[in-house]
């Protein structure tokens, strides 16, 4: 498996500000994720973060939005910009190990925007 | 496309007795297939997976799933639940990897002492 750890835990923002959550993990990686679990739902991926390129996002998603920074193979970070009440979420760093052909996730980040 | 559905919200069992949790899955060839778990306030921990051979599949706390093509179903069960086990539990697919999981929309689980 992985040890994977996020920053902050969690945050209390005003609207119109941007957070910026950091996801490291304890082994190089080549696949990085970032989830948001909207409150009482699922998980729904935002991108795919690729290292040494920009990030793939899903449909939904923009990059305005949700700025994803990988500067090498243990490390990346994902910007929620100019927050509305609507992004209050808990969102979730994972990473594939290849080996293993499985994910794992972090602790989460829990975000409330007032 | 690929889904996955998980068709109880919610469900409550008493301490001891036994689980099982339903998933079903939607894709056309062989998925693989994950339970995870995520207790209050944490991340999600992986129970299990299946990817190929023994459709009956060993996981970590005692539980263990079994995956049924004829049904598309990979339900997760456990024979005496224990109060830790109170959580939501969510299952997965991957299209042949497990990059882009597919998340069902998660089983709360109550345990009565």
């Known amino acids: 498996s992985a040890v994977i750890s996020q920053k902050p835990s969690r945050d209390i923002c005003q609207r119109g500000t941007s957070l910026t959550i950091q996801c490291q993990v304890d082994s190089q990686v080549t696949m990085m994720f970032w989830y948001r679990q909207q409150p009482g739902q699922s998980l729904t991926l935002i991108a795919t973060?690729?290292?040494?390129?920009?990030?793939?996002?899903e449909s939904g998603f923009v990059i305005d939005k949700f700025p994803i920074s990988r500067p090498n193979l243990t490390f990346s970070t994902l910007t929620v910009s100019n927050m509305s009440p609507e992004d209050s979420s808990i969102y979730l760093c994972s990473v594939e190990v290849a080996s293993q052909e499985t994910q794992y996730f972090g602790p989460g980040t829990r975000l409330l925007v007032l | 496309a690929q889904s996955v559905t998980q068709p109880d919200i919610h469900i409550t069992v008493s301490e001891g007795a036994s689980l099982e949790l339903r998933c079903n899955y939607s894709?056309?060839?062989?998925?693989?297939l994950f339970w995870y778990v995520q207790s209050p306030g944490q991340g999600l921990q992986l129970l299990l997976k299946y990817f190929s051979g023994d459709t009956l599949v060993q996981g970590i706390k005692g539980f263990e799933a079994e995956f049924k093509r004829s049904q598309s179903s990979f339900n997760l069960r456990k024979p005496s639940v224990h109060w830790s086990d109170a959580a939501e539990y969510f299952c997965?697919?991957?299209?042949?990897?497990?990059?882009?999981?597919?998340f069902g929309s998660g089983t709360r689980l109550l345990v009565r002492p």
């Open positions: 997965a697919v991957g299209a042949g990897s497990s990059y882009k999981l597919i």
């Open positions: 894709y056309g060839a062989t998925p693989y």
């Open positions: 973060a690729n290292q040494g390129s920009e990030a793939t996002y």
